[in-house]
């Protein structure tokens, strides 16, 4: 049985930092990835980072290159999402989910994930 939990959002402040975390469980870590999307109030899903977890190759989309960084820990069945120099349009839900792979770069499209988290909610404010 598939099992996501994310955590570590919150309010903070233009500039700052967050990072969050996904628990997952229950699925093999060599044809999957995990990725990150969010959903912004009145906006579709988006992808923003995903990690593929047998080789630890990475995509972004272009809206966090260079700010975000995703990590994983298979060890310890966890995958993390570092946001930093955070702007108020990232505030969204951020939502952790699997996605099955080949050999190709994991892919940022939010219908091809299969497994999903509950989200965590992130807030970019003064």
């Known amino acids: 049985q598939v099992q996501i939990v994310e955590s570590g959002g919150g309010l903070v402040q233009p500039g700052g930092s967050l990072r969050l975390s996904c628990t997952a469980s229950?699925?093999?870590?060599?044809?999957?990835?995990l990725g990150w999307i969010r959903q912004a109030p009145g906006k579709e899903r988006e992808g923003v980072a995903c990690?593929?977890?047998?080789?630890?190759?990475?995509s972004y989309a272009d809206s966090v290159k260079g700010r975000f960084t995703v990590s994983r820990d298979n060890a310890n069945h966890m995958t993390y999402l570092q946001m930093n120099s955070l702007k108020p349009e990232d505030t969204a839900v951020y939502y952790c989910?699997?996605?099955?792979?080949?050999?190709?770069?994991?892919?940022?499209?939010?219908?091809?994930?299969?497994?999903w988290g509950q989200g965590t909610q992130v807030t970019v404010s003064s």
């Open positions: 989910a699997t996605i099955p792979v080949g050999v190709e770069p994991c892919l940022l499209v939010p219908k091809l994930y299969d497994y």
């Open positions: 229950g699925f093999s870590l060599d044809y999957y990835a």
């Open positions: 990690i593929n977890l047998a080789d630890g190759t990475t």
